[in-house]
C-alpha cells in the first residue's frame, strides 16, 4: 500500500471498487492513493451457539449466506456484532451466547475471534465469555466477557468500535413501533462505536442510577434523609449531561441522513423526520441548546432534579434523565408509529439503520454492514434502494433462506455460502 501526498483541494471524489482511490485532477499534487478494504479478513468462534468450531476466511464485497432456518445465519451475524459492539442483542445474559456443547464441560466458555484489515494496518479481536463452573461444590457465579486486541487484554471501553458493525434485522420495525428504549438502544448502540468517552460515561451513568435509586427506596422508607442524594447527584448529571449532548447532536446529524435514505428508498413520497425528546421536564427541556455540549446540559439536568425531588422520593426512582429519554419519529409531520402502514414503518426503519452506518463512517473505517434476511423480504424498487444504499461499504454480510426469490444479479455480485448444521461451505 503507498501514499502519497495529496492538496485538500484536490479531494474530487471516492469510489470503492477492490481498493479505495480518490480520483484527482492532473494539477494536484498526486494522482491516485490506494487504501485497503476495511472487512473481516477471518473468523473463528468456538462453542458459539450453533458453532461447536468455526475457521471462516473471507473476503471483501458482497457476502450471501444461505440456509434452512435455525441452522445458524443469525447467530453468524450476531458473533460480527458482539465482536464490533461487546455486546449481544438478543441474549439476555451472556451465558445464552455458550453453546450446548460447551456447557457440559466444566468450565464452560465461547471465543470469538477475528482478523480485521483496517485503514491503518490489521488489527486481531477476540472476545471470551466463561460461563459458571460445573464443578461440583463451585460457587455460583455469572457469565462474563473477557476482551483482548491484538492478543493483549483490554477493557471494554478500549474494546468497543476497534471494528464498526451496523446490524439489519427484522426486528427494526420495533424502531418505529416499539417502545422508547429500543430507540435508547438504537442511539447507543452507534454512539458507543463512535465516541469512547460516550460509552464510559454510560456505563457509569447506568451503575451510579442504581446506587442513586437504592437512596431514593431508603428516603421512601424513612431511613436515610434527602442528604444522601448528595453523594451521587452532582456524578449523576455529569455522567447524563455527556449522554445527553451526545444523543442531541448525533440526532441532528442523523436526522438529515435518514431524511436522505428514506429519500432515496421512497422514491422521495414522504418526508421522514426525527428529533430528540429529552425527558427533563418542559421547563428545563426547551432550554436545550440544538448544538449541546456536557457543560451546557449538566445545570439544566441539576435542575430538573431538584424539581423532580418529590414525586422521585415518593417512587423511589430516578424519573429524570437520560435513562427516559426518546426519539420523535415523523412522516409527513405525523408520528409514524401511529399513522405508519406496515410498509412505510418498514421504509422508515431501513433509513434509519443506513443513517446509522452513514454516521459510523465519521473520521474512521467505514461499518461492515450485517443485513439479516432483509433483502428478501423487500419489493423490487425498495430491494433496489436499499442495495444501492449499501454499495459504498467495503463488506456486506446478507443473510437468506434456501428458497428466497432472489434477484439472479443479486445473487451473481455475491460470494456465496450454504449454512447448515452449525458448519459453513462456499458454494
Known sequence: ???????????????????TRLLLPVTCYSVLVTLPHVHIRRLQLTGFRTYPKLDLALDAGRLLFLGDNAQGKSNLLEAIYLLASGRSVRAANDGELIGWGAESEGQPFTRLQADIARRDGPIALETLVVGPSNAPGAPSTRAGKRFRVNGIPRRAIDFVGQLRAVLFTADDLELISGPPAVRRAYLDAALSQLDRAYYA??????????????????????????????????????EGATIIAGRINAVVRLAGLAATAHGELSGALEALELAYEPQLGEEWSRLLPTQATPAAVQPLFAAALTAQRRRETAA???????????????????????????????????????????????????????????VSELDESRRASVLAGVSGFDQVWFTATANASLPPGFRASCRTYTVHAGSITET
Open 316 to 374: 423511589g426512582v430516578s424519573l429524570a434523565g437520560p435513562h427516559r429519554d426518546d426519539i420523535s419519529i415523523k412522516l409527513n409531520g405525523v408520528a409514524a408509529a401511529s399513522f405508519g402502514s406496515r410498509a412505510q414503518i418498514r421504509t422508515a426503519a431501513l433509513a434509519l439503520r443506513l443513517a446509522e452506518a452513514r454516521l459510523l463512517m465519521t473520521n474512521a473505517d467505514p461499518p461492515v454492514l450485517l443485513l439479516d434476511d432483509i
Open 1 to 19: 500500500m503507498s501514499f502519497h501526498l495529496i492538496h485538500p483541494s484536490c479531494l474530487r471524489e471516492i469510489s470503492r471498487q477492490q481498493t
Open 201 to 238: 460515561a454510560l456505563q457509569r451513568y447506568g451503575r451510579i442510577m442504581q446506587q442513586r435509586n437504592a437512596s431514593l427506596r431508603r428516603i421512601r422508607e424513612g431511613i436515610a434523609g434527602l442528604d444522601e442524594l448528595a453523594l451521587w447527584d452532582d456524578s449523576f448529571t455529569r
